[in-house]
């Protein structure tokens, strides 16, 4: 695993006018707007990584025989840039997110990059693009480096010998909209599998999206949201929803609330999210534990009154609260529907470390500029 972490500075010559960018950030969406600059780096498996570039944003030129194309061997991670009070930068626990570009890049025979060259990466375009961060609590800057295979070739008795590494970056809005966050009504998936053991599940590629579109579609034709996956084998355990994890909060009189996230089993995406939520919870007087839940038992917790709250999390919307529920079969709500005051506890808390208005004693936050 060579690296060289000199990126050559190639500066746009034409950024886009301030004013115009100032239009953009006013409101801008998610996914929509890309800053001025991008970051590129090879890997061939003679050089290893090389040629480290800042450059303009703009196209890439490959063949048609390009091997991602035809083989999906493509990895990405999601992470955001925040504006703090005092006009100063930060990312939010960033080495987890190079930590788990491994992971992904490991199951999909694809080259590992030192943790500190992706990191170094982001804080290049962070800095060089730092006008583009908009200010205001739920906006940030959205981070999406990711990984291709370049190969010229049809070939796929090995893995391609070339790779693209890229970061790009969008400002962005909370994903499901800035405010005060609305109930989700979800869709029990019992027809498609996101995920399998031994499979693709807890790595970020772009394949597990490609398979997740039609019962994306499935869920939008019966009213509802999102999708929720269910294992493969029984159809009945509860995974994740779309591509957030799932908390439920159980509450009982006199006892500390509690909230459980499905366990890691490898057909989940482990959350940078979900796991700053288990760490941050028992801080707040809530239990917080890894365990499952049957849709039964989710749909009979609801009607008995113990599970009060669903939320989904990740880190493009934060924290969604869930409201109801569907399926082929049924349909429940989930408390009255409205977002639960624990989930709002959390939101709230969480978007604080990420902003800076509150503490922050696990060290999660990393200044850039
Ligand atoms: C990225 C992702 C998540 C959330 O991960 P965060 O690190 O919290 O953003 C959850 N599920 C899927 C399928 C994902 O791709």
Same mark, same amino acid.
């Given at each position: 695993m060579?690296?060289?972490?000199?990126?050559?500075?190639?500066?746009?010559?034409?950024?886009?006018?301030?004013?115009?960018?100032?239009?953009?950030?006013e409101?801008?969406?998610?996914?929509?707007t890309?800053?001025?600059?991008?970051?590129?780096?090879?890997?061939s498996?003679?050089r290893?990584w090389h040629?480290?570039?800042?450059?303009p944003?703009?196209s890439?030129?490959?063949?048609?025989?390009?091997?991602?194309?035809h083989?999906?061997?493509?990895?990405?991670?999601?992470?955001?840039?925040?504006?703090?009070?005092?006009?100063?930068?930060?990312?939010?626990?960033p080495?987890?997110?190079a930590?788990?570009?491994?992971?992904?890049?490991?199951?999909?025979?694809?080259?590992?990059l030192?943790?500190e060259?992706?990191?170094?990466?982001l804080e290049?375009?962070v800095?060089?693009?730092r006008?583009?961060? !908009?200010?205001?609590?739920?906006? @940030? =800057?959205?981070?999406?480096?990711?990984?291709?295979?370049? /190969?010229?070739?049809? #070939?796929f008795?090995?893995?391609?010998?070339?790779?693209?590494?890229?970061?790009v970056?969008?400002?962005?809005t909370?994903?499901?909209?800035?405010?005060?966050?609305?109930?989700?009504?979800?869709?029990?998936?019992?027809?498609?599998?996101?995920?399998?053991?031994?499979?693709?599940g807890?790595?970020?590629?772009?394949?597990?999206?490609?398979?997740?579109?039609?019962?994306?579609l499935?869920?939008?034709?019966?009213?509802?949201?999102?999708?929720?996956?269910l294992?493969?084998?029984?159809?009945?355990?509860?995974e994740?929803m779309?591509?957030?994890?799932?908390f439920f909060?159980?509450?009982?009189?006199?006892a500390?609330?509690?909230?459980m996230?499905?366990?890691?089993t490898?057909?989940?995406? !482990?959350g940078?999210?979900?796991? @700053? =939520?288990l760490?941050?919870?028992?801080?707040?007087?809530y /239990?917080a534990?890894? #365990?499952?839940?049957?849709i039964?038992?989710?749909?009979?917790e609801?009607?008995?009154?113990?599970?009060?709250?669903?939320f989904?999390?990740?880190?493009?919307a934060?924290?969604?609260?869930?409201?109801?529920?569907?399926?082929?079969r049924e349909?429940w709500?989930?408390?009255d529907?409205?977002?639960?005051p624990?989930?709002?506890?959390?939101?709230?808390?969480?978007?604080?470390?990420?902003?800076?208005?509150?503490?922050?004693?696990?060290?999660?936050v990393?200044?850039v500029?």
């Amino acid at each position: 695993m060579t690296a060289t972490t000199d990126f050559e500075i190639h500066p746009a010559s034409g950024p886009l006018p301030a004013a115009q960018r100032a239009a953009v950030l006013e409101d801008p969406g998610f996914g929509q707007t890309f800053t001025d600059h991008m970051v590129t780096m090879r890997w061939s498996a003679e050089r290893g990584w090389h040629d480290g570039r800042l450059e303009p944003y703009g196209s890439f030129t490959l063949e048609p025989a390009t091997s991602v194309f035809h083989y999906g061997q493509a990895m990405f991670e999601g992470m955001k840039a925040y504006r703090q009070h005092d006009g100063s930068i930060t990312l939010f626990r960033p080495e987890e997110n190079a930590a788990r570009f491994n992971a992904s890049a490991r199951r999909m025979a694809m080259p590992e990059l030192p943790p500190e060259v992706f990191v170094e990466s982001l804080e290049l375009l962070v800095s060089q693009d730092r006008g583009w961060v !908009p200010e205001g609590a739920g906006r @940030s =800057l959205y981070l999406r480096p990711f990984m291709i295979a370049t /190969d010229p070739a049809l #070939g796929f008795t090995h893995p391609s010998r070339t790779f693209l590494f890229c970061v790009v970056a969008s400002p962005a809005t909370a994903y499901f909209g800035g405010g005060p966050p609305t109930s989700l009504t979800v869709w029990l998936s019992t027809s498609f599998t996101r995920a399998v053991r031994g499979g693709t599940g807890f790595a970020k590629t772009g394949g597990n999206y490609a398979g997740a579109f039609a019962a994306g579609l499935e869920a939008t034709a019966h009213g509802c949201d999102q999708v929720v996956w269910l294992d493969a084998m029984e159809h009945s355990w509860v995974e994740e929803m779309g591509g957030m994890n799932l908390f439920f909060v159980f509450a009982r009189e006199g006892a500390r609330p509690r909230l459980m996230t499905p366990a890691l089993t490898g057909t989940l995406l !482990p959350g940078i999210t979900r796991d @700053s =939520l288990l760490r941050l919870a028992p801080r707040l007087g809530y /239990d917080a534990v890894e #365990g499952q839940i049957s849709i039964d038992e989710w749909r009979e917790e609801c009607a008995a009154g113990t599970l009060t709250e669903v939320f989904a999390c990740g880190t493009a919307a934060v924290i969604a609260p869930v409201g109801a529920v569907r399926s082929e079969r049924e349909c429940w709500t989930v408390g009255d529907g409205r977002p639960g005051p624990i989930t709002l506890r959390l939101r709230e808390e969480l978007l604080g470390i990420q902003h800076g208005s509150a503490p922050d004693p696990d060290g999660w936050v990393r200044h850039v500029c």
